[in-house]
């Protein structure tokens, strides 16, 4: 019976028990190279705790750290394959290396996956004399490190790298012929590990986002711009529907459109009718904004009136884009529209009737054949390219989906708010949003390689990962991956003040509102970080802080140059930052060193300025200082009463209430807000918990005190969907010090919790479809890359696998030859249908098999077979059996390589095709697995096809040597932003 694991927290006092302070560094590597040395059935966690000690005491030696608790037990979970949730400035890098070194002690090569090359070369370089104390050697892969370094490095025990640059390195190594040009290890990833850094944003955000390797331009800008521009005009023309559509709905309304109405003017079912139907027609429509916000209980009825997609709902549109789901759908009437200005795009049924006839000579069939093959590719690409510009047009933003530089698109991380100028839409889309935004249009390159970073993660033997927000995702870790989420409590719990949220009826409230808590906090010197989602709300709260003269620094996707600089100064005191999410993730406000000291100070002088300023007008008055919790006010009452000018006392809610001594405490009371740390405002639900926790995060850091509140508004684009249900909570009515109305309490966060809970929901949801592509072209491509990479081994160590291999083709190709022109079921002209297949042969194979006439139909393919056989030893024996080897390796792979990027691209276009004529992702995503499948086998049929008749038809001299295959780095387009069609934004 299999012995029961410890838990972690059981293995810390075996860890603990261990003492080496006393050996020398020498006795150290004596001690590590003892368990390198153990029998080969000694169980790793048996060796855990003795390793764990040894790289604890070198990591107090080398760097001058002790091991916390808190590390130790995170690097017991990341040896034991889990994902392990970890605060800020825990120590994650030094926790990493614990199971690093065990399982590199165990004989596994361990990559240490991190979220860019600044954080692999930084711990690469921390971690060094670490890992060489016991003999262990140590590299960074880097994107300037050259191909024959990258080799020598991935021979290193421990290999620090950015995901984009080993996931690259793999797509590369697969791409060429020569097993020695390789430069990760020849045995692949099955056998190492991976440690993730930032695991969350890598294996949730980013987890099917591929990476390409790509080739030759596939195409011309021409369609594009054809496509932009007939996309445009149909928006245009949709835009006088829109018009009669908020007609109709005033004059349902029976109101003047300049006049906000009471939520019971519109008549029930004809206003929520037309709010469906303008909803889907426009969903940023200002009279239907202005509907929503009259009557925000009218929001979720429209919306699920318009999720049934009644054909009466689209009636007299040209395209829908349907609610919550970031989807487009053309109707009848849009793609009569666009195929009178593009030509037909949308259904190629008909093209079946316009094959060529069987009775015509062979050249003559593919002749016709391949014209019609070129216009149904046409076709298809015309349609795809539709797609795109509809999602150009209709769904992605500037300035927050994408940001315009010179001539150039790039694109924002919508989990950081970071531009990603390595990054680019995929098939046709960074073409369509280039043409709407009148840059240079670069048409799409073919796909010579691809991975998702999901697909690229699952190749390691084992995987762990370490972050600060894994705890929200613990169930998609799970689903997805198999692996368990572990949470390590910090060593120092935050002091962090988290208030319950703040929802005001309008964004001009909440912005205000915002600013108002942002010059308060000003005022009094503390340190303030003010989020938005998006670049333009960035913008706007900046607008509205310099217009009331609050200097502050903006950090957004537009000025990232400066992000350095600006996050460094964000911790000083009196500093104002305001941020999109890149703030959040990655980054360390270090609060300037006497903080605390100087706004206890600023406090006090307020505290002084107000009671001495009302004795000075002749009266006397009390101060009541609001208190985050008990320990800032104790620390504000000690300088009160060092000071000696004060008199304390328990105030409300916790707080002081301050007196001058000796005073008249009659009069006017002021209050007064009082806060240590990090001052974080919100200023909108985001889609995924754990980009708020994230913010929260920046403030009460390592056990620091801090402040994170949030401000809302119900025409928010989360908020709104439950705005009807806040506003029945009179019970959490409230009006501030600016006679702003705003919901506040338990239960207003209870709604707002249940709000991002479904949206998280969603998003698990759309990235669930997402893999379901990514997946299968994931599959496909790792299939491919197999089957290519076993051929070059196979005949590098056996010269005999290829002439066997080209025997087993031609046995495949003669029997499907056969049934394509002999089938048994036919009762039509039998020596036409021979002559066909005596023609095909001798034209293709330059084999004769005219003497088969008559033959047995059940016996046909055996007999086929066996020509083609023969043709092929003929050819073996004309050619040498020592460069036949080669000539058959080199036509191999080139058809194959040939073949590929025109089978992705079909793929591609199929699912452009269904997508834009579909209204259910399921089932699109259903029949695109089918089509894929089905093609997957077309596409070896039409590789062993060419393939035989490239071989029989070489030329009998000797070849030239093999070229090395290899692809340029300019030829990379780094990790593409999107899979073929992400549903979480695809039309």
């Known amino acids: 019976m299999r012995p029961r ?52 005491e070198a990591v107090a030696r080398r760097l001058g750290l002790r091991a916390t608790r808190e590390q130790l037990l ?50 690469a370089k921390l971690l060094a004399s670490v890992y060489q104390s016991f003999g262990l050697s140590i590299g960074a892969v880097l994107q300037h490190t050259e191909e024959g370094e990258r080799r020598h490095v991935y021979r290193r025990d421990i290999v620090y790298g950015a995901m984009r640059e080993l996931g690259f390195d793999y797509l590369r190594d697969n791409l060429k012929s020569d097993p020695a040009q390789r430069v990760q290890r020849e045995f692949g990833l099955s056998g190492a590990v991976a440690i993730v850094d930032e695991t969350d944003h890598a294996l949730i955000d980013e987890a099917f986002t591929p990476m390409i390797i790509s080739g030759s331009p596939a195409g011309s800008s021409r369609a594009a711009i054809r496509a932009d521009r007939a996309v445009a005009e149909m928006i245009r023309a949709q835009q006088g529907k829109v018009s009669e559509l908020a007609s109709e709905l005033e004059s349902a309304a029976g109101i003047n459109p300049s006049v906000i109405p009471a939520p019971s003017v519109i008549p029930a079912f004809a206003g929520i009718h037309l709010l469906a139907r303008l909803l889907l027609a426009q969903p940023d429509d200002p009279v239907l904004q202005q509907r ?6 009218s929001i979720r009825r429209a919306w699920s009136m318009a999720e049934e997609r009644d054909p009466e709902l689209t009636d007299g549109l040209y395209y829908a884009i349907h609610p919550g789901s970031r989807f487009v759908t053309l109707t009848e009437k849009g793609r009569e529209f666009l195929e009178q200005r593009l030509g037909l795009f949308y259904d190629a049924g008909e093209l079946g009737s316009t094959l060529p006839e069987r009775s015509l000579p062979l050249m003559e069939q593919r002749r016709r054949a391949g014209r019609v093959a070129r216009t149904l590719s046409r076709r298809y690409g015309m349609g795809n390219q539709v797609l795109q510009s509809l999602r150009a047009r209709l769904l992605l933003k500037r300035d927050v989906d994408y940001l315009v530089d010179g001539d150039a698109v790039a694109l924002i991380d919508p989990h950081t708010g970071r531009p990603k100028p390595d990054n680019i839409y995929q098939h046709g889309l960074q073409a369509a949003v280039e043409a709407k935004e009148g840059v240079t249009v670069r048409p799409d390159s073919e796909t010579l390689a691809w991975i998702s970073v999901s697909g690229y993660v699952s190749l390691y033997g084992r995987v762990s990962g370490i972050t600060g927000t894994a705890a929200p995702a613990a169930g998609e870790f799970r689903r ?14 935050p002091k962090r003040a988290n208030p319950l949220p703040r929802v005001f009826l309008t964004r001009e409230d909440k912005i205000e509102a915002v600013a108002d808590e942002v010059a308060a906090r000003h005022r009094m010197g503390q340190p303030v970080l003010a989020a938005t989602r998006t670049v333009e709300q960035s913008e706007e709260l900046s607008r509205e802080l310099t217009g009331r003269g609050i200097p502050h620094q903006l950090l957004n996707a537009v000025t990232t140059h400066a992000e350095a600089r600006i996050v460094r100064d964000a911790g000083r005191f009196g500093a104002v930052t305001v941020s999109t999410p890149m703030a959040g993730r990655g980054t360390d406000i270090v609060l300037e060193p006497g903080l605390n000291a100087r706004l206890a100070q600023r406090c006090i002088e307020e505290i002084h ?134 919901y506040a309490g338990p239960e207003v966060a209870r709604r707002i919790e249940r709000l991002q809970s479904a949206a998280d929901r969603e998003g698990e949801a759309q990235r669930g479809l997402m893999q379901d592509y990514a997946a299968e072209f994931d599959r496909q491509m790792s299939l491919y890359h197999q089957r290519r990479q076993d051929v070059i081994l196979s005949a590098a160590k056996n010269p005999t696998s290829m002439p066997e291999l080209c025997r087993e083709t031609a046995r495949r190709v003669a029997p499907r030859l056969a049934a394509q022109h002999l089938a048994l079921d036919a009762d039509d002209d039998y020596p036409r249908r ?55 390796r080199l036509l191999w792979l080139q058809v194959c390589g040939e073949l590929w990027p025109a089978h992705i691209a079909g793929l591609r276009d199929s699912l452009a095709s269904q997508l834009l004529s579909s209204l259910n992702h399921k089932s699109a995503v259903a029949q695109f697995i089918r089509r894929s499948n089905e093609a997957w086998h077309e596409y070896w049929e039409l590789v062993d096809a060419e393939f035989l008749s490239r071989l029989i038809a070489f030329p009998l001299s000797p070849p030239p040597e093999e070229p090395p295959v290899s692809v340029s780095r300019e030829t990379e387009l780094l990790l593409a932003h999107q899979v073929p069609f992400p549903l979480g934004e695809s039309v």
């Open 5 to 56: 694991r410890q838990t972690p927290a059981a293995l810390l006092p075996r860890i603990r028990a261990y003492d080496f302070t006393s050996h020398p560094d020498s006795g150290l590597r004596a001690e590590f190279s003892r368990l390198q040395s153990r029998p080969a059935d000694v169980a790793a966690d048996s060796l855990l705790p003795e390793c764990f000690a040894i790289v604890a």
């Open 74 to 123: 995170a690097g017991i979970h990341l040896f034991r394959g889990r994902v392990v949730q970890m605060d800020a400035g825990e120590g994650k890098t030094i926790a990493a290396a614990f199971p690093a070194v065990l399982h590199a002690l165990m004989g596994h090569p361990v990559h240490v996956v991190t979220a860019n090359d600044y954080l692999a070369d930084r711990d």
């Open 292 to 297: 929503f916000s009259a009557n925000p209980r």
């Open 480 to 493: 997805k991956y198999g692996l368990e989420v572990a949470v390590v409590p910090p060593v120092n719990p």
């Open 609 to 742: 300025r107000l009671l001495t300023l009302r004795q000075a007008q002749g009266g006397a008055g009390v101060v009541d200082v609001s208190c985050l919790s008990i320990d800032q006010a104790a620390i504000l009452r000690a300088g009160l009463d060092d000071s000696g000018e004060f008199h304390t006392a328990d105030g409300p809610d916790g707080g002081l209430r301050v007196t001058l001594r000796g005073g008249d405490s009659r009069g006017e009371t002021r209050r007064l807000d009082f806060a240590l740390g990090l001052c974080v405002i919100g200023t909108e639900i985001y889609d995924s918990r754990r980009v708020e926790l994230q913010l929260r995060g920046r403030s009460g850091r390592q056990g620091e005190f801090g402040l994170a509140q949030t401000f809302l508004s119900l025409e928010d684009r989360l908020v709104n969907l439950d705005a009807d249900r806040i506003l029945k909570l009179s019970a959490c009515r409230h009006t501030d010090a600016a006679g702003r109305v705003c």
């Open 834 to 888: 021979f002559e066909s297949l005596v023609e095909e042969a001798r034209l293709d194979f330059g084999v004769d098999c005219s003497g088969l006439y008559g033959t047995d139909l059940a016996r046909m393919p055996a007999e086929l077979s066996a020509l083609f056989v023969a043709r092929l030893e003929q050819q073996v024996s004309r050619t040498g059996e020592r460069a036949f080897p080669r000539v058959a």
